[in-house]
């Protein structure tokens, strides 16, 4: 009986938490369908008086070359550190010897160090390079950024991968990379879609590179331009809600199709962790 009053009580707190935490998408959703006067005569948490989709449209025309930039930079970008750590997080894990510690200690170093030191650094460089208000500034800056961090986690997820299975590779006559692509990657795949999807997230929401490196609004990203939204004398709430959760569906929509995938991902990357 005290079990089963117990396993309630934690329902409902778990209940309690998760409409806590979807109380801002809630708000930000009823204020996309207000007017522009309702958000300022009503209550945040009053539903509108009638469905106005108006900022959506508004918000959508604004933002459209800004959400397709984003996909233009997120995309390769993601594809480029999740290769470069993928393949570096294997051979960490893999090749263990004090030079390889050495590096996996310095990555985490890296890792951990606030990213914002290396802004005026890498603007400078893709200066240097000629690559300013172009694509390729944003794919060069977030590839150097995060290809440690994916790295950091890749490695993890190759640690609970047994080895045994590569050495039985090796026996059959495989080669090392037939043994990575044909054994060890099917195995470590929620691991990797796990890094992919927290790498795609952390460059869809950067917002200080993005800001900094887009000299010109042709290839402006997602999160500068919802923040333009705001107006410049009053704020349209309405308008900047509707682009705020234009900017999400993206990782919403790929966080809800591979959300079982990064869920035994890290599970895995943890249970080996307790080893």
């Given at each position: 009986m005290n079990m089963n009053i117990k396993m309630v009580l934690a329902y409902l707190l778990l209940i309690f938490m998760s409409l806590f935490w979807m109380l801002p998408f809630y708000v930000a959703l009823i204020t996309s369908l207000k007017s522009h006067e309702e958000t300022y005569t009503t209550n945040v948490l009053q539903l509108p008086s009638s469905l106005n989709i108006a900022p959506w449209v508004s918000a959508w025309e604004r933002i459209k070359r800004a959400f397709f930039n984003s996909i233009i930079v997120s995309l390769p970008s993601t594809f480029l550190c999740v290769l470069i750590g993928t393949l570096a997080g294997y051979y960490l894990s893999r090749h263990v010897s004090r030079a390889t510690r050495t590096m996996f200690f310095?990555?985490?170093?890296?890792?951990f160090i606030p990213y914002q030191i290396l802004l005026i650094p890498m603007t400078m460089f893709l200066a240097?390079?000629?690559?300013?208000?172009?694509?390729?500034?944003?794919?060069?800056?977030?590839?150097?950024?995060?290809?440690p961090w994916a790295a950091l986690i890749s490695s993890a997820f190759f640690m609970a991968v047994p080895k045994e299975l590569e050495e039985a590779s090796y026996i059959d006559g495989a080669s090392a990379l037939q043994t990575f692509l044909k054994v060890v990657l099917p195995v470590a795949l929620p691991g990797i879609i796990s890094t992919t999807i927290i790498i795609f997230m952390s460059i869809w929401n950067?917002?200080?590179?993005?800001?900094?490196?887009?000299?010109?609004?042709?290839?402006?990203?997602?999160?500068?331009?919802?923040?333009?939204?705001r107006g410049t004398t009053t704020v349209a709430w309405n308008t900047l809600m509707a682009g705020s959760l234009i900017a999400i569906l993206p990782p919403l929509v790929i966080a809800l199709a591979l959300g079982r995938y990064f869920i035994s991902g890290l599970l895995a990357g943890a249970l080996k962790g307790t080893r």
């Open positions: 310095l990555i985490a170093i890296a890792t240097d390079i000629g690559v300013m208000g172009t694509y390729f500034s944003f794919i060069i800056a977030y590839t150097i950024l995060l290809s950067e917002f200080l590179f993005a800001v900094t490196l887009s000299t010109s609004p042709l290839v402006r990203t997602i999160q500068p331009e919802v923040a333009n939204l």
